[in-house]
């Protein structure tokens, strides 16, 4: 069995996205804070842009509330799967930094205003939109 720290270097080296989500719900269920940072930076990698979704999910595991409007952009930009498990973060958070929250809704609203989002994103940037009533 390899120590956390191991998991983490082999979850941030490996090529492989079957066993980078094996590793990313394994070290996430761990609860170690450490590994909210290396969720984030994978989750950063252009070149995972369209296998980041189970990372997404694990990053929910941990308390996100400082990341408040880096969710947001990925609820505004990311694929389907990643704006939802994004949005689903975002809704569990209960406080958040003012000037974040400030931000994330000029991020949601110039992004709603654009007109040329899909249904599905609307529906959830409306949603989000909505939370800061």
């Known amino acids: 069995m ?6 983490l270097k082999r979850l941030k080296s490996t090529t492989d996205s079957i066993e980078r ?3 990313a719900i ?7 804070p450490s590994v909210q940072a290396v969720l984030v930076e994978l989750i ?7 296998q980041r979704a189970t990372l997404v999910n694990c990053l ?4 996100c509330s400082t990341k408040f409007l880096w ?10 799967e990643v704006a939802h498990e994004a949005f689903d973060i975002l ?18 609203s110039t992004t709603i205003d ?3 989002i899909d249904d599905w994103r609307e529906k959830l940037i409306v949603d989000l939109l909505s939370m800061f009533d």
Do not use: K, M, Y
Not at 2 to 7: A, F, N, T, V
Not at 26 to 32: K, L, M, P, S, Y
Not at 44 to 50: A, I, T, V
Not at 60 to 63: A, C, E, N, Q
């Open 26 to 32: 394994a070290v996430a269920e761990t609860g170690d």
């Open 71 to 80: 969710l947001v952009n990925l609820v505004c930009h990311g694929n389907w």
């Open 2 to 7: 390899l120590s956390l720290s191991e998991q």
């Open 114 to 116: 654009s007109g040329v």
């Open 21 to 23: 989500n094996a590793l």
């Open 91 to 108: 809704a569990d958070i209960e406080t958040v930094d003012p000037r974040q929250a400030e931000q994330g809704f000029d991020v949601l």
């Open 60 to 63: 929910g595991r941990f308390d």
């Open 44 to 50: 950063d990698r252009p070149e995972l842009s369209e």
